[in-house]
């Protein structure tokens, strides 16, 4: 497991080289100039000129592509030039990184407490009422986009129902855990129900190609109890494929989480690419896009390892 581990954290450097190019690419080939957007009404031809040049931005593509590049090694992020002027990227990140985690976290033990049962029981009940009802609540929460049903949940809560926790806003733990729960509440469902509707497909899906095998017709022809049969042997086999769309669904929560702390008006990271975006802080983008891609590499990697851990018949390293 060591040896693979290395491999696969060697191999995660050209990845990362291609990813980070591919970033700083497209957010330079948007339109829009930072410098512009920085100056607002104060539009000096000079000044402008003058800016570009202190901040690196009239160098060439991959002068400056090299210099972003070298700081990112050295850890350094770079300094924000419209969203915060002057304030270092990572102490951005940083600041708001706590709150996406949490719409995260929370969105994923949603999803989770809802597909995992929900598939066992849609597999379990093939074909009857259950079953279908299941999988037209699992085509509903694929279909519908989570911020459409954010808003749908602000109007029902926060405007019908008249609930303050229901109107979106951010409250720190600092200040209550009721309340942060509260207020984090209906984002981590509207961002939750999608992903569990993938989830509990798949879930079903496994769980029924587990039943067909050779060594659950054993285990019940031995007498064993249905439910140990299900418990101890389906669905632990079945979680294998699972594990792979959980691990992809929490890099898609990080990634899902821009729109939803947009519409209820969180203060994470999200909110900050958005920021970024409409004020064309090239170094915000960058940064936030490149930590995610990290994530996302070091939660394959975590995924993978799960593997051994669940089937003892999967070997590293090629064997079996």
């Not at 929560?253 to 920021?275: A, C, K, Q, Y």
Request: proline share 5%; charged share 15%; hydrophobic share 55%.
């Amino acid at each position: 497991m060591v040896v693979y581990l290395l491999k696969r954290l060697i191999l995660a450097v050209p990845t990362l080289l291609i990813a980070s190019f591919f970033i700083f690419s497209l957010v330079h080939l948007a339109p829009g100039d930072p410098i512009r957007g920085m100056l607002g009404q104060y539009q000096d031809p000079e000044l402008i000129a003058q800016l570009r040049k202190a901040m690196g931005l009239d160098l060439p593509f991959h002068v400056q592509y090299a210099r972003w590049l070298g700081k990112i090694v050295r850890g350094d992020l770079g300094i924000s030039i419209t969203v915060k002027r002057g304030a270092p990227v990572a102490e951005l990140i940083a600041q708001r990184f706590s709150v996406t985690l949490e719409l995260a976290t929370f969105s994923l033990i949603i999803a989770l407490l809802i597909a995992i049962p929900t598939g066992i029981i849609s597999a379990l009940r093939q074909n009857r009422l259950s079953d279908h009802v299941s999988r037209l609540i699992a085509l509903a929460g694929v279909s519908i986009p989570n911020f459409f049903l954010g808003i749908l949940l602000i109007l029902l809560v926060g405007v019908y129902l008249r609930q303050p926790w229901g109107a979106g806003g951010y409250v720190p733990i600092s200040r209550g855990l009721g309340k942060n729960l509260a207020h984090m509440f209906l984002p981590a469902v509207a961002l939750g129900t999608a992903y569990s509707a993938i989830i509990m497909r798949m879930m079903r899906s496994a769980m029924l190609d587990a039943m067909s095998q050779d060594f659950v017709r054993t285990a019940r022809a031995m007498g064993i109890a249905p439910w140990d049969i299900v418990r101890r042997d389906i669905v632990k086999n079945a979680l294998i494929p699972v594990i792979t769309v959980i691990g992809n669904s929490i890099g898609y929560l990080l990634g899902g989480s821009i729109v939803t702390e947009t519409v209820f008006r969180l203060p994470g990271v999200g909110n900050l690419v958005i920021m970024g975006v409409f004020r064309r802080d090239f170094p915000v983008i960058q940064a936030v896009v490149l930590i995610i891609v990290v994530i996302r590499i070091f939660i394959n990697l975590a995924v993978d390892l799960t593997y051994g851990m669940l089937d003892p018949r999967i070997r590293y390293g090629g064997t079996s």
